[in-house]
């Protein structure tokens, strides 16, 4: 079984519920077992249980954002955060809700010194009924999982998890904005914790949650990004975490996101190999739009080859544009038009030789802080490709896409993508 | 200038130190010039400056480790740590020795999240004559300003820092260990602290120092070790990281040592692209022995191109063996032959076909923790490449080497390289 799918089972094993009756149970090992059953024999540890969750409240509630003020992204934490630990000799420990506030690391920590960290970003609508959903939680547990075995850090049952974010969530209910293009960001991360400094699968862990309550992305509105195509540096190569939410994947990347900036460019488009082969925007996913021979449309995206990172955004709207295309209609697609939906590589020789042919429809990132991001042009080897963009700044594949996920999302229109909190 | 070689050059303003006459200075937005002298008309903020150093002694001394008992590397540490902390608006404040504690981060800190983290390896002795010696310690401050460089964290003087270190190893002098083999392990990291969750330049920093005492790494003595050659996952990649000491450089490679040890091998040998070139061993450089056709013998380590470490041990070794060339002869070093350096790319075919033809007479890996760590194999694509090992597991070229290296480093052989604390 390769690393990408692997994910460990949880089970549970009903014979040793006699012992510890109240906890559920894995296989111990896991993390020496990645893309393994435990073998026989080997003890079963305490897996995470929403059932055991201890909630301790703060004694003093932050004041809560005023209505209106601007919620820039990741700076304003909600008043409670979720912690379950975990050791190689016990597994994990009963989760606690706990009021917000620092994480304790002896000096040593490993994810300090080897940044054993994987982490996720989700987000938590609140919709005109006043209920709250979260979108899609289980793509990201599975994800988080499959980053987690990449480096050797424990599983665990996923859905105990989003049943633990319910709860935290419902518990930080009044921090979660109403107002339209809002929502309450989730990150949930899970990190070693032990203090012995080798470079080995962590003995002991955290895995915590924070929430932040954010406004839109791009508050006053989309304006087209100009994208600097970077050349220097890699985000990902083969054999490589490209395709895991890991820290790793973030750090090395601000020199090049400074040097698009020091060039003019919002962000910087991820090309990689000699052929420049398209792969990320910044932190987002990648798609491009070309005209078909045929007349119609090509919507395409890099495909998961080890690179590029499974975004939940990506899968979605993946999955609008083919069933648009399989007859369950987007507002706005182009109808007389076929739209086909395609994985596969494509060159800055291609976007280039389409922006000057008029072949070229349209390019935008996806990704779950900004939805959506278009594009207006790539500075490219001393010049600039420029791209199509429509009014109100998307195209006429995100606009649409963009509409009909964000109705989703805030439960104007009704999908089981969405989770009641 | 290339992001290799920059530095940031430190400026003592003269005309500035009026204002703050103790500290001394260097120009703001450094981290926001990497490898450019700060722009005219910037403000100078503090630099680290060690005569600023607050002590704050621990009252509760630790027990010292029992003489004789075995210290296994990075589990024991001192009564006291290095702190120095940074913001982007104030610069660098003022040093702290402080009891060895916890580090407190919000939990959205970026290290965390993003992996911004650049450390450094090194070591001090205590010598037959009671002096206590850093190793070269000008080599690790380079190396941390151009790894912190690379991630956009604050650059710093480094003697200001070995003079700091220097205070810290006397506070904790009787945790210099003197038994033959041993020495004290010190651990500069350089972490982004500032808890915006933006992939973004880290806005505060805090640069921090832990001393572990250390037996020698292989206790029982040289057992040439058996290496997987890695084929399935990659430590480094061109415009990656893999010349740089960071924290993103070592997750990712445990899967890779637990592939190997699941397969029976010890460590992983790093092998780069489809030829299969040799790179790194574990977490140490390589260094392959062949015979040359002139009958002498050719000391290869592959070349500093972007993805090699450079590691101190390998510099050394590389210092010892060219000068043994040039006549500054090593004991127990071949006289008769000539000994060539090369700093050359070696593929695994190479290595195999100078295993069977006669030509390899050793490989090893070096570093700071192990300084030289014999191979007596290589499992690759499913058979093994014998490595010849000499008497007492060392070659004709490392064990002359070790020897003459560690003699250096204990001070049996005046040089240098050793700087008294």
Chains 1, 2 share one sequence.
Not at 173 to 185: D, F, I, R, T
Not at 211 to 226: D, E, I, M, N, Q
Not at 371 to 397: A, C, F, H, N, R
Request: hydrophobic share 40%; charged share 15%.
């Amino acid at each position: 079984m390769s690393l990408s799918t692997a994910m460990f089972r949880t089970r549970l094993a009903h014979t040793a519920r006699r012992q510890l009756p109240a906890r559920r149970w894995y296989a111990a090992g896991v993390s020496g077992d990645v893309g393994k059953d435990a073998k026989a024999g080997q003890p079963l540890l305490p897996g995470i249980d929403a059932l055991q969750l201890q909630v301790n409240k703060t004694a003093s509630p932050k004041q809560l954002p005023a209505p209106g003020a601007p919620l820039l992204f990741g700076r304003t934490f909600t008043d409670h955060m979720l912690k379950i630990r975990w050791t190689e000799q016990a597994g994990w420990e009963a989760p606690q809700i706990e009021p917000y506030g620092t994480i304790n690391l002896v000096p040593s920590a490993v994810v300090i010194h080897y940044a054993q960290s994987a982490f996720e970003g989700m987000k938590a609508y609140k919709r005109a009924d006043g209920n709250v959903t979260m979108f899609r939680p289980d793509m990201n547990m599975k994800r988080l999982n499959n980053s987690a075995a990449r480096l050797a850090l424990p599983t665990f049952d996923g859905e105990q998890v989003i049943e633990l974010l319910k709860q935290l969530i419902r518990l930080d209910k009044e921090w979660v904005p109403e107002a339209p293009g809002h929502s309450l960001y989730i990150r949930p991360t899970l990190i070693g914790t032990n203090g012995t400094l080798g470079v080995q699968p962590p003995t002991e862990a955290l895995l915590f949650v924070i929430c932040s309550p954010v406004g839109p992305y791009y508050p006053t509105g989309f304006k087209p990004v100009p994208l600097y195509g970077t050349t220097e540096y890699i985000r990902a190569a083969p054999g490589g975490t490209g395709a895991y939410k890991l820290a790793v994947n973030y750090a090395p990347g601000v020199v090049a996101q400074k040097a698009a900036a020091s060039a003019g460019y919002q962000q910087n488009l991820w090309l990689h190999g000699p052929e420049h082969y398209i792969t990320e925007v910044g932190t987002m996913n990648a798609f491009i739009v070309f005209h078909d021979a045929d007349g119609g449309l090509e919507l395409v995206t890099p495909p998961l080859d080890g690179m590029i990172l499974p975004g939940v955004t990506r899968d979605s709207v993946l999955a609008l544009a083919r069933g648009h295309a399989a007859g369950a209609r987007i507002e706005g697609m182009p109808v007389g038009k076929k739209v086909r939906v395609s994985e596969r590589p494509v060159t800055m020789e291609e976007v280039s030789e389409a922006s000057t042919s008029g072949r070229l429809v349209e390019l935008f990132g996806t990704g779950t802080a900004a939805v959506i991001t278009p594009v207006e042009k790539i500075g490219y080897q001393g010049s600039d490709v420029l791209i199509p963009t429509g009014p109100g700044g998307m195209g006429p594949i995100s606009g649409p896409i963009w509409k009909h996920l964000t109705g989703i999302q805030n439960g104007l229109i009704e999908h089981e993508w969405n989770v009641v909190v």
